[in-house]
């Protein structure tokens, strides 16, 4: 059952609401996007929406990164261990924070998904400026496929828990969605714990890598379990 939901089951499902799904891209990237280019020409800005500190911070945590990239070294194994259960925690985390909050006509899932594509880009847009920007975006760059397509899709669900008829007739639907969802933020977090943090390998091997996750996970949803 579980070969059957990942080949067919659930990339049918994401086609068959391919108009959800166009509006919940557009909800998170668009947000991501403007903020990315606002953060970018003025960088203060980012303090402003996410709260004092939160740009140095993120610099600072990727120097450390950087650094281990000159240095050729790795971080400790167990820390990996560690990342990826605080990972699995937090990811699956949001994306429930985004099917409850659909409960009450889906304006809680829409504020949720908006506001993390805001607060990403403006994290983004800031660290164009700093000198670990390369670590930072050898860091996100593969596990962003599966993370923020899996809160993408986590969007989706609420809007069969609306209304009671509409929990009957697309509570099957919503179900098939969150799990699929829910199976790529566990990617995601097993990713981000042991590949996103290596530093002993090439920064354009990380990108390339990166590059062809999105490649593939967009193609998994648009070709798996066709005829």
């Known amino acids: 059952r579980f070969k059957y939901f990942v080949g067919r089951d659930f990339p049918q499902t994401v086609r068959q609401q391919w108009k959800p799904v166009l509006w919940a891209h557009a909800l998170f990237y668009l947000p991501l ?22 740009g ?23 820390q990996n261990w560690m990342m990826f259960g605080f990972y699995v925690f937090n990811n699956i985390g949001i994306a429930f924070q985004s099917f ?10 829409v504020y949720t998904t908006v506001y ?8 983004m847009g800031y660290m164009l400026h700093e000198p670990s920007a390369l670590a930072f975006y050898s860091f996100v760059s593969a596990h962003g496929a ?6 993408v899709l986590a ?24 799990s699929g969802a829910f199976l790529l933020l566990a990617l995601a977090a097993l990713v981000e714990g042991f590949w996103s943090p290596l530093t002993s390998i ?26």
């Open 33 to 54: 996007l403007l903020s990315l280019l606002l953060v970018a020409l003025h960088p203060p800005l980012l303090e402003k929406w996410a709260g004092a500190d939160i």
């Open 56 to 78: 140095a911070h993120t610099a600072e945590s990727y120097a450390e990164m950087a650094a281990q990239y000159a240095a050729g070294s790795n971080r400790p194994l167990w």
């Open 100 to 109: 409850a909050g659909g409960l009450l006509f889906g304006i809680g899932a």
């Open 116 to 123: 993390n594509g805001f607060i990403i880009g403006g994290i």
């Open 146 to 151: 599966f993370e923020l397509t899996g809160l």
């Open 155 to 178: 969007l989706l669900a609420p809007q069969g828990l609306s209304r009671k008829d509409a929990l009957r007739q697309q509570g099957a639907v919503a179900v098939k969605l969150m």
């Open 202 to 227: 090439p920064i354009a091997l990380k990108f390339a890598v990166g590059t062809l996750l999105w490649l593939l996970v967009y193609a998994y949803l648009w070709r798996a379990g066709r005829a």
